[in-house]
Nanobody
Framework: QVQLVETGGGSVQAGGSLRLSCATF????????VGWFHQAPGQERVSLARILAGGTITKDTANDGRFTMSREANTLYLQMNNLKPEDSGMYYC?????????????????WGQGTQVTVSS
């Protein structure tokens, strides 16, 4: 059974940093694509970055190079630097079983509960 658990959110001032973690269970990284999503209040979930089956990491949102996705064993990380108020919202990791990985949220079948990030100016 696939499970994803995000941690690491919180409240920071603009310019600060956070490192989000996504612990995964039941996922084979050679068969699944896993991504990080941001959902601002009242907005749709937007893909930030994905790790494709086989390990390639692709960025879907530029974020001026402030966000970096990485993986160690069964945990994914999202390092977020120089945070801005518009980065506030919920952050989710999600998985889809596919070799070809589509970035749109509707293609991801398994989701974590999300972690809240609040950036104050």
């Amino acid at each position: 059974q696939v499970q994803l658990v995000e941690t690491g959110g919180g409240s920071v001032q603009a310019g600060g940093s956070l490192r989000l973690s996504c612990a995964t269970f039941g996922i084979s990284f050679d068969k699944y694509c896993v991504g990080w999503f941001h959902q601002a209040p009242g907005q749709e979930r937007v893909s930030l970055a994905r790790i494709l089956a086989g390990g390639t990491i692709t960025k879907d949102t530029a974020n001026d190079g402030r966000f970096t996705m990485s993986r160690e064993a069964n945990t994914l990380y999202l390092q977020m630097n120089n945070l801005k108020p518009e980065d506030s919202g919920m952050y989710y990791c999600a998985a889809q079983r596919a070799i070809g990985c589509y970035s749109a949220a509707r293609f991801f079948t398994d989701w974590g509960q999300g972690t809240q990030v609040t950036v104050s100016s």
